[in-house]
């Protein structure tokens, strides 16, 4: 009996001396895989953060290329309404001067952008030119528009809705013929065919072939305001 009562506690001693040994042991490898954890976790976040920074600068790039695509866009946009600003203006001088001064007396010319430094003016709206007619006292607008080119079926588009609004109050309200000169072809300082066109008979933006086709001015000079009405009435 005393000898496996001494016996027990040697058995329940190295039991409790293995437990202990193998306690560092245990100890050390979960701090060490704890540290592999941490570590581990901070990478994932650092690679995490770097992939979300690269996506920032992705689309921030992006976002200033487009910004540059849309700058530009708008420069080309205004150099081109430059463009053709000078173009109508350098074709108006050519149709002011089919009207000798001897025959007609210049009372108005719409200013431009350039005249008013970009400044809008009410008088923006009217028709390019007004005459009076010296051999009956009548006063009439003239539109001026050049064109290059037609499109493939020769129709034109002439003006914008708000200019054709803006035309018509202008005839209704001064009680006086509007005519449209529209140079195609060639240049602006010698186009190819000009034509006279009544706004009266007018109502869309857009001119067909067959509307135009009839109204073409042959000659240099005009002679008179009647010559004007007959070239830009549905003669045949």
């Not at 009562?5 to 895989?33: C, E, R, T």
């Not at 866009?73 to 081109?80: C, I």
């Not at 007396?105 to 028709?127: A, C, E, F």
Request: proline content about 3%; hydrophobic content about 30%; glycine content about 6%.
């Amino acid at each position: 009996m005393k000898g496996e009562v001494q016996k027990a506690p040697g058995k329940g001693a190295s039991a409790i001396l293995n437990y202990i040994v193998h306690i560092p042991f245990s100890m050390a490898s979960f701090l060490s895989g704890l540290k592999r954890f941490f570590h581990d976790w901070a990478e994932n976040r650092r690679i995490e953060a770097d992939k979300r920074r690269i996506e920032r600068q992705r689309r921030e790039a992006l976002r200033r290329q487009e910004q540059q695509r849309i700058e530009a866009e708008r420069r080309r946009a205004e150099e081109h309404k430059r463009q053709m600003y000078r173009k109508g203006n350098e074709f108006e001088d050519y149709v002011k001067g089919m009207f000798p001064e001897d025959r007609f007396t210049l009372i108005h010319r719409t200013p431009t952008n350039d005249d008013t430094g970009g400044r809008y003016v009410h008088s923006m709206i009217y028709p390019d030119l007004r005459f009076i007619d010296k051999a009956t006292g009548r006063k009439f607008w003239v539109e001026v528009k050049y064109r290059s080119h037609a499109e493939s079926d020769g129709n034109i588009v002439w003006c914008a809705d708000n200019q054709l609004t803006n035309y018509k109050r202008t005839m209704y309200e001064s009680r006086n013929k509007v005519f449209i000169i529209i140079g195609v072809g060639g240049t602006i300082h010698n186009p190819d065919k000009v034509y006279c066109l009544d706004l009266e008979n007018i109502n869309f933006t857009k001119l067909f072939y067959g509307t135009y086709k009839n109204h073409r001015i042959m000659f240099s000079k005009v002679e008179s305001l009647r010559q004007l009405e007959y070239i830009s009435s549905n003669h045949k």
